[in-house]
């Protein structure tokens, strides 16, 4: 059978590993092994799946054989290398202390790497560490194989200051003896550190530019990341097959809504537009919505190239600057994309509404549409709420679709209100670029009346295909956020107390609406974007399952992504699934019907490429809003204290929704002593308190780029002595990594809320 399927890893994986575990204590050959798959398999898929069960753990070739490693008494952990040469190996999920090994029996093991190892019985480590002391068998795979950072000359030798400030490396670079310091690169580690613990060596593979260079922190994030953002010639060459637009053989046996009024309503700077909305009023007051989705599925089948590049992408990355695609421009800005005027293949879900908010009936379709007008949300907003004399003339029947969508979001959000739905508003804000791509400025980000007729719309359809779906027991994706740990639930009731707010309910089984009444409690105060991210906080992270488990925030018990499948995966397979499930459509392929064993691959790997884009795209808001600030050293700015810890407190900057550190040694009018339960820096003698939440005025004192940290004082504040004269505090714990300057915290961050 053929594997090229996404999620066809899977298959491969489990069949491999069941034949090495039957085999038992003795293991088996490869030869062996491939007489088992060969008929199953191709010869190079079995064989990388061998490959990524060692680098698991899972199997291990040892004197030519593979072995389960259940059959063994070997383990596998993370080597975290000490100052002497010698290793803690930690291992589970919260990376805990196991073992310890000395250095003569690291073997080839570099800090980071994930390991074999085997445990040394009736022995105690020594050296003063009460752990079992064991021994590396083998280096199941490199922490660390490839490094991003800039040059730094050092008597007549370059040496690589990685990007990442917690990466702890010594590399001694080769290559690119032309280029300047600071310049970024790519460098890939080799071999193994010198003699007697000397540096690892590298090759310089790439190289970025400089720092200050427009774009150039976009490549680093990218690379640091492992983001592709170069499509193979296979997958351009496949984009490029297709006409520019469809014609009257491409939407036959289609529903022709090409006369229907529907809109795309989108940001300014926006380039794919893959959704688009039609609202009719109804007799009795109720409403026919129109959510209409650009039909990719038409057009990027099962397995073929486009479909497993997108896999792999798994979601398109947006930065302020530009975008990195989940699907080719030919498709993603053309074809794909929602243009007025011309027609488009959509896949469209029509839901009757009544007045009440209640969904009476749903129903999917395969149509045609021309958008009438592609809107922006600020131009919706103002037709809305400013209308103008000539706005009849010239927008015609979209302002009728206008007031009927308006009217149509309020009874929705009304209806998720009263059903719990946590409604967050998080502050954010949007970089203001010039035409060389150099930040210089931040505005706050919008969100208007516009944007919540868009949310609406969306989460209504995205409700009605789950709730198809799961009726008919469908192999799809599905949106899952599952409720808050109770831990977590506690401790931000512990801080919702300190502020003087109240969490009431059975932390153990919370329904929503009772952190919907806290947001309420401080709706329009000026603490409500600190408390709305301190319950985004206490979140789990919302995260694809092929179960449909319901969504926690939304308080909804069926939910799926279906409405982008131009920029993210799983909206992808779900239309797919719809076509195939609901439509009756052939799916295209026999693989289909192993769907099911390949779902739980397809939801790992599109959750991690999510949270690989989320991470992007914060390192990158991060990196730019510092840079801004890097010239304003010495000014003064309103702040509010994000948190509170012992070496100090956090501040965002209320105008550039950024994060700086206040040092503690930098509080030099008193001595201040951390009260963890009220979350409060104390003065002991003057009683001056700094708490979670208050607003503060503050100075910029540092900024350091690399770490894309700023440093803070509170204004006013005396000058601190040196150092050398004032002495460690006691009780003051050691400074280490984030004790220093602050890392640059943007906005909203933390788990999505969606």
């Not at 149509?408 to 508003?425: A, K, P």
């Not at 719309?457 to 740990?485: K, Q, T, W």
């Not at 050293?633 to 956090?650: A, S, W, Y």
Request: with cysteine; charged share 30%; net charge negative.
């Amino acid at each position: 059978m053929s594997i090229a399927l996404p999620g066809g890893e899977a298959l491969v994986r489990t069949a491999v590993a069941e034949a090495i575990e039957r085999s038992g204590r003795k293991g088996i050959d490869v030869a062996a092994l491939g007489e088992r798959l060969a008929e199953r398999f191709p010869d190079e898929a079995w064989r990388r799946a061998l490959e990524e069960l060692e680098a698991d753990g899972v199997a291990v070739e040892w004197n030519r054989r593979w072995l389960g490693l259940s059959w063994t008494d070997w383990r596998v952990g993370v080597a975290q290398l000490l100052d002497g040469g010698d290793a803690l190996i930690r291992s589970g999920e919260r990376g805990e202390v196991g073992w310890f090994v000395g250095r003569r029996g690291l073997k080839s093991a570099r800090d980071g790497d994930t390991v074999l190892i085997k445990p040394v019985r009736g022995k105690r480590a020594g050296r003063g560490r009460d752990l079992p002391p064991a021994t590396v068998v083998k280096v199941l795979r490199r922490g660390v194989s490839r490094v991003v950072g800039t040059l730094e000359l050092s008597e007549e030798r370059r040496w690589l200051i990685p990007f990442d400030p917690k990466t702890s490396l010594d590399l001694e670079v080769e290559g690119g003896d032309e280029l300047l310091e600071d310049q970024y690169v790519v460098a890939e580690v080799e071999g193994d550190a010198r003699p007697r613990g000397g540096p690892l060596r590298g090759r310089v593979r790439e190289v970025l530019g400089a720092a200050d260079s427009p774009g150039v922190d976009v490549l680093v994030v990218l690379r640091h990341l492992d983001i592709p953002d170069r499509f193979p010639e296979r997958v351009l060459e496949q984009a490029a097959g297709f006409p520019a637009d469809p014609g009257p053989d491409d939407w036959r046996g289609r529903e022709d809504l090409r006369e229907t009024v529907t809109v795309t309503i989108d940001g300014e700077t926006a380039r794919d537009f893959d959704d688009a909305i039609s609202v009719e009023r109804r007799p009795g007051g109720g409403f026919r919505l129109g959510v209409h989705i650009a039909d990719v599925s038409h057009y990027v089948g099962e397995g073929s190239a486009l479909d497993l590049e997108a896999y792999r992408r798994g979601t398109s990355v947006y930065f302020p600057d530009r975008a990195v695609p989940m699907l080719p421009e030919a498709l993603s800005n053309g074809l794909c994309s929602l243009r007025p005027e011309v027609p488009r293949l959509t896949l469209s879900a029509f839901l009757e509404i009544d007045a009440d908010g209640r969904v009476t009936s749903r129903r999917f379709a395969e149509t045609v549409i021309e958008s009438h007008r592609r809107l922006t949300y600020a131009e919706v907003r103002r037709l809305l709420e400013e209308p103008a004399p000539g706005d009849a003339a010239e927008y015609g029947p979209v302002l009728p679709l206008l007031g009927s969508a308006r009217e149509l979001m309020e009874v929705l959000h009304r209806v998720r209100v009263e059903r719990g739905s946590i409604d967050f508003d998080l502050p954010q804000g949007d970089v203001i670029l010039d035409t060389d791509g150099v930040t210089v400025g931040v505005k706050p980000g919008e969100r208007n009346v516009a944007h919540r007729i868009i949310e609406e719309c969306m989460i209504a359809a995205n409700e009605a295909v789950a709730f198809e779906l799961s009726g008919r027991e469908a192999d799809a994706l599905y949106r899952v956020h599952e409720a808050p740990d109770p831990g977590d639930l506690e401790e931000l009731k512990e801080i919702l107390r300190s502020l003087g707010i109240a969490l009431k309910g059975d932390l153990t089984d919370l329904h929503p609406s009772a952190l919907q009444r806290v947001l309420s409690r401080v709706e329009g105060r000026p603490e409500e974007p600190f408390v709305s991210t301190l319950v985004l906080r206490a979140m789990r992270r919302a995260a694809y399952e092929p179960l449909c488990r319901g969504h926690y925030a939304l308080a909804a018990r069926h939910y799926t992504h279906f409405t982008s499948p131009i920029r993210r995966y799983p909206d992808l397979l779900v239309h797919r699934q719809l076509k195939a499930e609901v439509l009756g459509r052939d799916p295209g392929t026999a693989e289909r019907s192993r769907l099911g064993e390949r779902l739980g691959a397809i939801a790992e790997q599109t959750s991690a490429t999510e949270r690989r884009a989320e991470r992007a795209e914060r390192l990158i808001l991060q990196w730019k809003l510092v840079r801004l600030l890097a010239d304003r050293v010495g000014e003064e700015f309103t702040g509010r204290i994000t948190g509170v810890q012992p070496f100090g407190l956090f501040v965002q900057l209320v105008d550039f929704y950024v994060d700086g550190l206040v040092p503690i040694r930098s509080l030099a009018d008193d001595f201040y002593v951390f009260d963890q339960e009220k979350h409060r820096l104390a003065g002991r003698e003057r009683g001056h308190v700094f708490r979670l939440a208050d607003e503060v005025r503050v100075v910029l004192t540092g900024v350091d780029p690399r770490r894309r940290g700023l440093e803070l004082a509170i204004a006013g504040m005396p000058e601190p002595p040196p150092r050398r004269e004032r002495g460690e505090r006691p009780g003051r714990p050691r400074r280490g990594r984030g004790e220093g300057q602050g890392t640059a915290r943007g906005a909203g961050a933390g788990p999505s809320r969606d």
